[in-house]
């Protein structure tokens, strides 16, 4: 049996009619072969870019809309405490005129309601900015610049209002969130809150504490809050970025209400950018830019393109292996 199948074996060959292939044929085959590992290797690479692409494009933009929602409720939060603020800065003011039109309100009696009232600065002036018996503490009113004092008085000298509300800096450029209130005698109640209240209350919940907050996570390279003047609020590793004027891009993103996208150069490194401009209360508060990191993406991408890469040689091979069959085959015959 064992004799019959070696027999058998040395007379085994292909077909006559495949030894009549022509060498043109062949080397056709094995090319086509080769043209098809490398269309589907490109698609491939192709489908795997578009597909980490839309999943970057995806947590940028759910990263853009937390922020979006954050600051909206950051907005509101702070708006609720200076609304609470500004309540009580008037009160106080209301307090001080009553006691004041009642004669019962004294240098003395005045300071140490201040001090309870926890207040910054507390003044009694007329329409020329002078002094009327009252100041918490002296002279407190030269703290502020006459000129920036006097347009922030100006509501209340030339029109009807008797109450109004603002920040003002004073000579040191501290900003105060200051109530002015014009008293039944002409004068004006000047009362301001401390300028660190408000300044650490915007470090707790405004949208600087909330891009670095979310800017911890390792996936996202940056993210930075700008307008036309510069930039309001970034994480701690941007010291400076394009203005919105200096790019084509940012400045569509910029009069564009859409989320746009693009890969760009952070640091020397690829980063994918979502840009899309930052709405609340109907108020465009400036231009959200979100790096996210290409490094888990370009290993992705690595991964598809050694895939396809391996795709096209198993064709070659097959391709040479079939030639070289064809060819061994031709000669034999």
Known sequence: MSLFKLENDKNFNLPKRWGIVQPKFLLSLVGILVVLGTIIGYIEISQG?????????KEAKTVTEALTISAKNAVQAYSEVEAYIQKHLFHTATLLDHLESEKVLTPESFKKLMQESGLTKAFYIDRYIKIQNYAFPDASEQNFQPDILRS?????????KTQISSYVRDQENHLHFVVAVKSKTGFIWVLSSQPSVMTDLRKRIGIGGIIQSIGENEEIVYIVLQDKRGIISATKNVSS????????????AWADDSLLTRVTLFNDEDVFEVV???????NKLGLIRTGMSMKAANKAMNRTLQRALAVLIGFVVIGVILFNLFINNQNYN
């Open 152 to 160: 922030f008085l100006q509501p209340l000298l030339d029109t009807d």
């Open 276 to 282: 899309k401009p930052l709405w609340v209360s109907g």
């Open 241 to 252: 970025i394009s203005s919105i004027d200096s790019e084509p891009f940012i400045s569509e």
């Open 49 to 57: 870019r578009s597909n980490v692409m839309e999943l970057l494009k």
